[in-house]
């Protein structure tokens, strides 16, 4: 019971922890605590099981500062969120989806709004915990048997040893003049040790490097070459029960996985039977009519006339005399490889049979690129329509034309 | 340590003759009595059996790959999807009760928040399961996460999946923080009252040292308040979100903005529904009836008439807006969702959702255990077919009629579905054992003990 007899190697008497006063009801514990509070003491607490209506009034307690805590925590939820958001879809990996914007308010608020909860919800458990000094695995009222119905049905008040306004004697008789159904006093805690035990922290220690390997692993991984394969856990995607391209493929005669189409296959819409029409040829020659799905009128020209200048104008020039504007520029820059385009007025061109003709620009010629797969089957017919009047016009004395075409009368 | 038996010894306490300890021990006892009820023993075996048909199949599903199911173009959504939103919708009651009636000031709901919550984080732990086990390759749902990784790819924030991940796992952890947070004190007195060692050592290691000091109350209720601030709009967002998952589609049936408040009026019908069959059984043999009364039944039953009409509603509005709308597919999709090929599956999902919660009002309905638990697994059945109506109806005829089918599930599909429910019974029974059933802590407060002289002083 005296504070001397105290020492810290051997359990024996113990220090004084405090004085704890025992109340019946919720009642009996508010008005002690407002005439503890009253008398100006400061190391001393109520311990109820469940929070009395009015006890912090009672006692003075301060509002706490954990909702400003959560409050941190919710808006570091939300700037979180944005910055994940913004990070990921905006600035490292963008990905188009049907033209909407990468970053917009109201695709982005659902994760803004889950992360701001999370964080603060997290937060306001452990904050409440810290801020109580929690978990506290000993405390000296442990050793007051009467105590454990502090989690029951009794409501308990203890004044601390350490308060200054503190006196055994004079604090008892306070307590007693609050109609407590018991005073006792508390002994300081010098049995349980207050040092965390060495298996816990070697415990943490091992499983806190234990938890690196992993981490370890993969950084390695990521920064080192192997010439072993990748080691899969689950192998379905590895081995499926299928044969690839170009593999062995024991089912068929000739082995292989890849089947060839039946000879004389031809995919839909690809049957080319009009030699004509296709390829300008007729009878093993090149024909020399146009063929009859091409419709000899202004239309036909005049689309003839459009393609001119967008696919051969270029380098064949307006009038089709081989000086487009590339080749200007090219004979400007004299680098000495350019070979020139044909002048498609000259004579030989024009004696040419159209099939002929048609085949050129379908396959190319020289270091003329092969222009079938850009200019459909009718439109290279209109292309060669659109030549022979040019060529024509070449030729042709301008008198005896109309003066709106640019004749002399 | 020599002294060690001077630690408060390991006997109960004098018993007090007052409420408040009235209140402890019948609540405490559940959890320290040697042999629970016999009632307990059948129906964690039964609980258990059900576990195991849930590892085989999700063990032979692992093994065998999706294929076992019956999820086929063009209901790729099978049951999967369906057992996934009606277990989150479950999941919603606790978090309801908990957070929105505690800001309500409903005092009943002490009696009833600390298994409603337990309730909820079982029934998340099964819906989160579904999406998880249905992708094809069921190792790697980590996909979803924004982890950096070797394919140097994040996952999209404007895709509703995505946001259905953050809402189901925050809505997870938050209930699990809400639900533990709760427990603190009451963990406290179950450590008060061990009388074995590890006993003693456990639940003072939940406990985290709590000893009811009133300036630790004070920081304790703040958070709690704050806790169900926040837990309110997410248990809003949490079914909106996977509401989402269908609004946000083209698909007629499923394109519709009525989507998120009637998913939410779904969730609390469905909670609550299941609230009051596990409400029943449990205070008939845990010996709770004069913690969890009839009163309390009848006010959740007349949640449950409340919530039914608004589901009722939702059904109404729908076929309403399909028919104003002028869209021939709409019109199409709620015609044939009556009266096509899934016509049962409608009927029944209206007769239990709509005509069922009508009996409760009768009061001899509403007050009787019984008539509560056997409609309360009625409307159970009824919101597990609501899901499966929307999903299934809606893809089994979309705009193609070439692309139409009929879904038919697989025996593994049954099997998954009453596995999950062995999941969440055996999760549940194991709470009744061993954890405080109802929150002792907030009881004593709302009891008229504790505020009986507390205007005189």
């Known amino acids: ?409 | 340590m020599a002294a060690a038996t001077d630690i408060n010894p390991f006997v109960n306490p004098p018993a007090g003759d007052n409420a408040f300890a009235r209140i402890t021990d019948n609540i405490s006892r559940i959890a320290e009595v040697d042999k629970p009820p016999r009632a307990w023993y059948i129906a964690f075996a039964a609980a258990l059996g059900l576990l195991s048909l849930f590892l085989v199949s999700v063990g032979y599903l692992f093994w065998e790959g999706i294929g076992i199911y019956g999820n086929m173009m063009p209901v790729a959504w099978g049951f999967p999807i369906v057992n996934f939103v009606f277990w989150i919708g479950i999941g919603h009651a606790g978090t309801l009760i908990s957070a929105i009636l505690f800001l309500l000031r409903q005092g009943w709901r002490t009696a009833i928040n600390r298994f409603a919550e337990a309730m909820t984080i079982f029934a998340v732990i099964c819906a989160g399961i579904f999406p998880g086990i249905h992708i094809g390759r069921p190792w790697l749902p980590y996909y979803m996460m924004p982890i950096p990784n070797q394919m140097e790819m994040w996952p999209q924030f404007r895709s509703p999946l995505e946001w259905d991940i953050f809402a189901v796992s925050t809505y997870a952890t938050i209930s699990i923080v809400f639900w533990y947070m709760g427990m603190i004190p009451d963990f406290a007195t179950f450590r008060d009252r061990a009388t074995t060692f590890w006993r003693r050592l456990a639940y003072g290691i939940v406990a985290m040292g709590w000893r009811g000091s009133s300036r630790q109350w004070h920081r304790y209720e703040r958070a709690y308040l704050l806790l169900a601030a926040l837990a309110t709009p997410l248990v809003l967002s949490v079914h909106s979100v996977v509401s989402f998952d269908f609004a946000t589609s083209q698909i007629p049936g499923w394109h519709t903005t009525i989507f998120p408040p009637y998913f939410v009026a779904g969730a609390i019908f469905g909670g609550f529904a299941m609230v009051v069959t596990l409400a029943v059984p449990a205070r008939q043999f845990f010996g709770l009836k004069r913690i969890i009364t009839i009163k309390h039944l009848e006010l959740m039953n007349k949640v449950l008439i409340a919530t039914g009409l608004l589901v009722g509603y939702a059904y109404g509005m729908e076929f309403f807006v399909a028919w104003y709308s002028g869209n021939e597919y709409e019109v199409f999709t709620f015609v044939n969702r009556a009266f096509g090929p899934y016509a049962w599956a409608y009927w029944t999902m209206i007769t239990c959702n709509v005509v069922s919660p009508q009996l409760h009002w009768f009061k001899s309905v509403r007050t009787s255990p019984l008539a509560t638990l056997l409609i309360g697994m009625v409307i159970n059945v009824g919101m597990w077919f609501e899901r499966f109506v929307i999903i299934c109806t809606s893809l089994a005829r979309d705009f193609l009629p070439s692309s139409w089918g009929y879904y038919i599930p697989t025996m593994w599909d049954f099997m998954t579905l009453a596995g999950s429910f062995g999941l969440f019974f055996t999760l549940f029974l194991l709470f009744c054992r061993y954890l405080p059933m109802v929150a002792m802590a907030e009881v004593k407060a709302f009891h008229p003990a504790a505020h009986a002289h507390a205007e005189h002083h």
């Open chain 1, 1 to 409: 019971m005296s504070h001397d007899e105290k020492t810290p190697e051997t359990p024996g008497p113990a220090a004084l922890h405090g004085l704890l006063a025992e109340y019946d009801t919720p009642a009996g514990i508010l008005a002690a605590s407002q005439k503890i509070r009253d008398a100006g003491y400061s190391r001393w607490d109520t311990f109820t099981p469940f929070p009395v209506h009015g006890i912090d009034k009672a006692m003075g307690i301060k509002m706490t500062v954990l909702p400003w805590i959560v409050l941190g925590a919710g808006l570091s939820g939300l700037a979180t969120a944005i910055a994940l958001q913004w990070y990921t879809n905006t600035f490292d990996y963008k990905w188009l989806i049907s033209g909407k914007p990468f970053f917009s308010i109201p695709a982005n608020v659902p994760i803004m709004f889950e992360l701001t909860v999370l964080f603060a919800g997290i937060t306001a458990l452990v904050a409440m915990l810290v801020l109580n000094n929690l978990p506290l695995p000993s405390h000296p009222l442990d050793f007051v048997r009467r105590f454990a119905r502090s989690t029951d049905d009794r409501f308990f008040l203890l004044i601390e040893a350490a308060d200054p306004k503190f006196d055994e004697e004079s604090t008892k008789a306070l307590l007693e003049g609050t109609h407590p159904a018991a005073v006792e006093t508390v002994k300081e805690d010098n049995v349980t040790s207050n040092k965390l035990p060495k298996v816990l922290i070697y415990g943490v220690v091992i499983l806190t490097v234990i938890a690196t390997v992993p981490f370890a692993l993969a950084a390695k991984a990521r920064h080192a070459t192997s010439k072993q394969t990748r080691i899969h856990a689950v192998l379905d995607m590895d081995a499926q029960p299928k044969y690839k391209a170009q593999r062995r493929n024991p089912v068929y005669a000739d082995g292989r996985s890849t089947r060839l189409p039946d000879p004389d296959t031809v995919a839909v819409g690809d049957l080319r039977e009009d030699s004509h029409f296709y390829r300008g040829k007729m009878n093993g020659g090149w024909a020399r009519t146009f063929p009859p799905q091409v419709r000899l009128e202004d239309a036909t020209m005049k689309r003839g006339q459009e393609r001119f200048g967008i696919y051969c104008q270029p380098c064949h020039g307006v009038g089709g005399e081989g000086n487009g504007m590339v080749a200007k520029r090219a004979e400007e820059l004299q680098q000495g490889t350019w070979v020139p385009p044909t002048n498609l007025t000259q004579d030989y061109l024009r004696q040419m049979a159209v099939g002929e003709l048609f085949n050129t620009i379908t396959n190319g010629i020289r270091n003329m690129p092969a222009y079938g797969p850009q200019i459909t089957t009718e439109d290279r017919w209109a292309i060669i329509m659109y030549l022979r009047a040019l060529q024509r016009g070449h030729a042709s004395k301008t008198a005896g034309l109309p003066p709106a075409t640019g004749g002399t009368n």
